[in-house]
């Protein structure tokens, strides 16, 4: 299930809880996770981007004029996939931790603009407590049900199921566009994985690069992020 809604989640997280400290947050029911973050995220959002990042970076929604415009845009998001998520989660596909999601959110809460802004790993707690159970070669709906992330063949459209596979590797070819950590889907006539690009390499997207890719005047150099950091 490779949709724009589907793993909102993940991204947000992976956005928000860079290099984040855990521990300490309530616990938080699955059915209340959907609000609880967007409304996180969108308060970090304006509190760390200026308002030409925030028109760029979510120019697909239109923009966002605060933070209340923000959480009614992504919550609606989060809450379609949820209906999916739960079902797996009934059918001992994928695990939820009230308890991580608690400690997750409010190293989000707490985090320095620099670490909301950074490519960095998530908070521990961010990595654990929404994950996939389904292991490899076994039937899957989408990524989110495989221990590895990665629900190969899977079309929620056409309700065709995949198969849980290990991320494609360097070297390997990426049919669908997903690679291992450490390598990106280079698109052309051999669609393949290739290793990212180290600081001050060109690129063209964040996927491209070891940190980030900062893009000035439609050309991309790789390195440390410099939007949403609060400077």
């Known amino acids: 299930m490779k949709t724009i809604t589907m793993g909102l989640a993940a991204a947000l997280l992976l956005l928000g809880c860079g290099g984040g400290g855990g ?3 309530d616990p938080i029911t699955f059915e209340s996770y959907p609000a609880e973050l967007s409304t996180s995220f969108c308060a970090k959002t304006f509190e760390c981007c200026t308002t030409a990042e ?69 908070d521990s707690s961010c990595d654990k407590f929404l994950v996939g159970l389904v292991a490899n070669d076994a039937a899957c709906d989408f990524d989110e049900e ?17 198969v849980c596979k290990a ?3 360097v070297g390997s070819e990426c049919p669908e566009g997903e690679c ?10 051999a669609t393949m994985c290739i290793a990212v690009k180290a600081d001050g390499e060109s690129c063209s997207g964040d996927e491209q690069c070891t940190n980030s890719c900062n893009i000035v005047n439609d050309a991309g150099t790789c390195g440390a992020q410099t ?3 609060g400077m």
Do not use: H, R
Not at 107 to 114: E, I, K, P, V
Not at 180 to 189: D, H, K, P, R
């Open 54 to 122: 925030i028109m760029e970076q979510y120019s697909l929604f239109g923009g966002l004029t605060d933070e209340a415009d923000c959480v009614t845009k992504f919550t609606p998001l989060l809450t379609g996939d949820s209906a999916a998520f739960e079902a797996s989660i009934a059918a001992g596909k994928m695990a939820y931790n009230e308890s991580l999601a608690g400690d997750c959110f409010a190293a989000f809460a707490s985090a320095s603009c620099s670490q909301f802004g950074s490519d960095g790993p998530p």
């Open 180 to 189: 291992a950590q450490g390598a990106y889907c280079e698109f052309g006539s």
């Open 227 to 229: 939007v949403c950091t």
């Open 146 to 162: 495989c221990v590895t992330q990665y629900c190969e063949g899977d079309n929620s459209d056409m309700n065709i199921a995949g």
């Open 167 to 169: 991320l494609p590797a």
């Open 23 to 25: 521990g300490g947050g």
